[in-house]
């Protein structure tokens, strides 16, 4: 379990994250949102002890990081910025890691051969590609075998077997019962990684939510009808909150701020046919960017709910 107790970091003048209170439980994927420079590797660094909060204190597993005495066993960790000697192979890169914790050689091998990275183990890190560094970062992170992972950006330079390969491997190690804390840019991959989300935007929180509740609260739902008295219907309809935002030819109608119950009865009780009545999930994309243009404005709380009919 990671949690996060009112974390602000300044800059200066510059408040990057402040007062993040979150929880990242243990069993899940919890991706990590928010637009460029939001402030998640900034979290994520504070987090692994390697930022001072200005305010604030964050645990994992009950403790601050830098209180583990053996933080590569319990607390896996991929930054975007990674220090790895480049004269160095990949297997050599792991074995001076795995030596600073008794780690044996085996487990190294182990992790080589989890990041698809045994054929190439002998060559030195500087001829890596960006998704070979990827991988060879992940492979670090597993190497002490730890319940906690927090990976910031790891799909970045993957290829799409990469991106395959890390989505099905953090399901996995949640599935295991660890605690897998992710962070991302890319809404359509999170949709398919995570089971929970925490999304920031200007350093603040946005949502803390299941991947599911927060489509359907941030980004509402609209339903898509087809009807021959399209303008009848939508004249009934109208009212506060309700909203038609499109149309695919005359019979068509996209309403939002209502569900297909109450559209189905108001139709019923004017005798209007409807061809189709769909509800349409509104795609974590159009939800995460509904949420962050709201962080652009300064608010921090969700959108209002769309009102029913008056
Ligand atoms: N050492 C620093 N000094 C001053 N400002 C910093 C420092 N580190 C980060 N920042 C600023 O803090 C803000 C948050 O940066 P951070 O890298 O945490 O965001 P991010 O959400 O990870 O963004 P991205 O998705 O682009 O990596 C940015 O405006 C960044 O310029």
Not at 77 to 99: C, D, I, Q
Request: aromatic content about 4%; hydrophobic content about 45%; glycine content about 12%.
């Amino acid at each position: 379990m990671i949690r996060a107790y009112e974390l602000t970091k300044r800059y200066g003048d510059t408040t990057v994250v402040q007062d993040l209170d979150f929880s990242v439980r243990p069993g899940t994927v919890t991706g990590f949102l928010g637009p460029n420079g939001a402030g998640k590797s900034t979290t994520m660094r504070m987090l692994l002890g390697l930022d001072a909060p200005t305010r604030g204190r964050s645990t994992i597993g009950g403790r601050a990081y830098a209180t583990h005495s053996a933080p590569l066993t319990e607390v896996g960790a991929l930054l975007e910025a990674r220090s790895v000697h480049p004269g160095r192979t990949a297997f050599h890169h792991l074995m001076a890691l795995a030596h600073t914790h008794g780690i044996p050689r085996g487990r190294v091998e182990h992790v080589l051969d989890l990041a698809g990275l045994t054929s190439v183990a002998g060559k030195r890190v500087k001829g890596f590609s960006l998704g070979m560094g990827q991988r060879l970062g992940i492979a670090a992170a597993m190497l002490g075998d730890p319940a906690t992972l927090i990976l910031d950006e790891p799909v970045n330079g993957l290829d799409p077997e990469g991106v395959l390969w890390i989505r099905t491997l953090l399901k996995s190690l949640a599935t295991q019962g660890r605690t897998v804390f992710v962070s991302s840019h890319l809404m359509s991959e999170m949709a398919l990684t995570a089971d929970h989300l925490v999304i920031i935007g200007r350093g603040r929180l946005l949502a803390d939510t299941t991947v599911a509740d927060f489509v359907a609260t941030a980004g509402g739902t609209a339903v898509k009808v087809v009807t021959p008295r399209a303008s009848a219907l939508c004249d009934l309809l109208r009212g506060p909150g309700i909203d038609v935002i499109g149309a695919n030819g005359p019979d068509a109608l996209e309403i939002r701020g209502t569900d297909s119950a109450h559209i189905g009865r108001v139709a019923a009780a004017h005798a209007i046919p409807l061809y189709e009545l769909t509800p349409l999930a509104a795609s974590l994309e159009q939800a995460f960017m509904d949420l962050t243009q709201e962080s652009v404005e300064y608010r921090v709380t969700a959108p209002e709910p769309t009102g029913a009919l008056a």
